[in-house]
């Protein structure tokens, strides 16, 4: 059988400056089947749903659903919905969970804050705040599995979640969609932001051992969420000339330009920076984008050069938010 994901494989495209964009992550628990739009296609409020997509627009705050491997009957009506928010930026990385028995209250987070990585935001306005607390145990990864979306994240993605939790990853949840489908099966990691492809079992318990040693696994990666796609390429080429493999090590410090060709600053947090050259290619020959569409051209990143240079200024703002 044909699938986009065996069709980008075959043609070995490149992973990195694929993942989607987010500086924070709003996760809500909702057991149950998922719709293609899962926000507003599943066993959650479709009112809220739509609410929260609006109210997270344009802040950095990316929101999905999550449930736990295994069947998906709905037989959890009524229970009590984890909730977990996860900003990304290096050195500045955070986990917040919470149980809320009706995921309206979120509504009254400050999206804005939490976009830009205030955990103030996380007071829910005008009800009385939700006991949030500070998430301490293993790296969340979020794989994604919405067969609605494409059929590879569930051939694919929901044996690899499965596999994982039989083998003792507690922090495994199936989330909605991470985009990026033909990489199956995907994966994001919580709360450093790294996304993966093409992932093995094997490969996750990689990535989450370095990562408990404040290390980062390349190998499959698609870039960290916090930055927009030329950062994230920009980053891994940065870090595959140096060997760098510090998780808050480096950071886009400034990106310049517009599609198709950005400079982009990435900045080391000893001094060093270098000046890292992106160009948007369209992918060939053609191939599906998601299983069941057109064949076409995906845009990919491709980094034309890296140059020492001097790091920029305090208090430039990195590229941030957005959506694939």
Not at 113 to 124: R, V
């Amino acid at each position: 059988m044909s699938t986009c994901a065996t069709a980008s494989r075959d043609l070995s495209e490149p992973l990195a400056g694929t993942a989607a964009t987010a500086s924070t992550w709003l996760l809500v628990e909702q057991p149950g089947p998922w719709g293609t739009e899962a926000l507003t296609s599943s066993r959650l409020d479709r009112a809220v749903g739509r609410a929260l997509e609006r109210a997270a627009e344009g802040t950095g705050v990316r929101v999905a659903l999550i449930r736990r491997p295994g069947r998906h009957a709905d037989l959890h009506t009524g229970a009590r919905h984890r909730v977990f928010v996860a900003h990304t930026l290096p050195g500045r990385s955070w986990i917040r969970t919470t149980a809320l028995d009706d995921p309206a209250g979120l509504l009254g987070l400050d999206f804005a804050a939490l976009g830009a990585g205030d955990p103030g935001g996380l007071t829910l306005r005008p009800h009385t705040p939700a006991a949030w607390e500070e998430y301490t145990g293993d790296p969340l990864v979020l794989v994604c599995t919405n067969g609605k979306r494409d059929r590879c994240c569930a051939l694919l993605g929901r044996p690899l979640a499965g596999e994982l939790t039989a083998s003792g990853v507690h922090g495994t949840w199936e989330i909605t969609h991470i985009g990026g489908h033909r990489f199956a099966p995907t994966l994001v990691v919580l709360p450093h932001g790294y996304t993966y492809g093409r992932a093995t079992a094997q490969s996750v318990k990689d990535v989450i051992e370095a990562l408990r040693q404040g290390r980062v696994v390349t190998d499959g990666c698609r870039g960290r969420s916090a930055w927009e796609r030329p950062g994230q390429a920009a980053e891994l080429a940065v870090r595959e000339l140096t060997g760098e493999d510090g998780a808050d090590a480096l950071t886009v410090a400034r990106t310049e330009g517009e599609a198709p060709v950005w400079s982009v600053t990435v900045a080391h947090r000893d001094g060093r920076a270098w000046r890292v050259g992106v160009a948007q290619v369209a992918g060939a020959p053609p191939r599906p984008e998601s299983c069941g569409s057109p064949l076409g051209s995906p845009a990919r990143m491709e980094v034309v050069g890296i140059h020492t240079g001097r790091r920029p200024a305090r208090g430039v703002r990195a590229m941030a938010a957005g959506r694939l």
